[in-house]
């Protein structure tokens, strides 16, 4: 029997709740899957045929231990996924503006680089944005994430500062889709699109995710959200899960993030998913041989 590790953070030793909905459908395919902590240090990773990445959601909080960690696997030969490589494009959200150069619809962002003198009121009015998003480029679940606009951009502006100088700062338009249609995950499993999520922040929020109060809902996306996801995810090399989050603008999909890392894959969204996830894993060791 094969043996994989779910990697996870401290916070959830036993992985998530729809993450542990994985684990018979990989019993069924003869692989026993194990919750492991990934910075944990009396961890042996070699006694595990791959490594899936799961809820490792404190990894930009550690951030270069995670590397390293990752670094490590990779060097030992371990198969991780999504890729090692995958994974460190994929941490910094610069990796939008590669996606944008190839023609893909973003949200769109303005990428000020350390040092550039950037006084936000003024941007905002250059750039003619009512409101904006200030984020860091290694971030995850909303953290260290604000809304802004013109009047009261300055009470930002100390923040932006330390942002800008690490690990990095971006600044994107307010979509305003957000918070009257919601926000659109599509997830995949090898490639393949397998469900959609609608996510909807609650009332006089902006942040869709659960941590702030934000819901999920099944929905069925319009083909060009569909088929502008498709494109995306092929866009990118092989990935063994993928999930793309975007709003729909003036009638054009435009992406968000594109999670290869430690997505919520919303599993328990959909009665087939996690016997999607698992064949897909299946079919991932089936390819290395």
């Known amino acids: 029997m094969l043996r994989i590790a779910l990697a996870t953070s401290s916070k959830y030793p036993n992985l998530t709740q729809d993450d542990r909905l994985l684990l018979r459908p990989l019993a069924e395919r003869g692989i026993e899957a194990e919750p492991a902590i990934w910075d944990d240090p009396a961890r042996d990773w070699s006694s595990f045929d791959a490594v899936v990445i799961r809820s490792c959601w404190d990894y930009h909080l550690k951030y270069e231990a995670f590397l390293s960690w990752i670094g490590s696997l990779e060097g030992a030969r371990i198969p991780v996924w999504n890729s090692a490589a995958l994974v460190r494009w994929n941490a910094n959200k610069s990796y939008l503006r590669d996606l944008e150069a190839k023609g893909i619809s973003i949200v769109p962002t303005f990428w000020p680089e350390a040092g550039d003198p950037v006084c936000l009121r003024e941007k905002l009015r250059e750039l003619d944005w009512t409101k904006a998003v200030v984020k860091p480029r290694i971030s995850a679940t909303a953290h260290r994430t604000h809304l802004i606009a013109a009047e ?24 305003n889709s957000i918070v009257n249609e919601g926000e659109w995950s599509l997830i995949f499993f090898g490639g393949q699109f397998s469900h959609p999520v609608l996510k909807k922040a609650k009332a006089g929020d902006f942040r869709v995710q659960s941590d702030f109060g934000g819901t999920d809902q099944a929905a069925d996306p319009p083909a060009q959200v569909l088929q502008s996801a498709i494109h995306i995810v092929r866009t990118v090399e092989p990935t063994l899960y993928a999930r793309v989050d975007g709003v729909i603008d003036d009638g054009q999909f435009r992406l968000m993030e594109l999670e290869l890392i430690e997505p919520a894959l919303s599993l328990a969204s959909h009665p087939a998913a996690p016997s999607r996830f698992a064949e897909a894993i299946a079919a991932a060791f089936s390819f290395r041989k």
């Open 152 to 175: 009261d951009a300055d009470a930002v502006q100390e923040v932006f500062h330390e942002l800008q100088s690490t690990p990095g700062v971006m600044l994107q338009k307010f979509m």
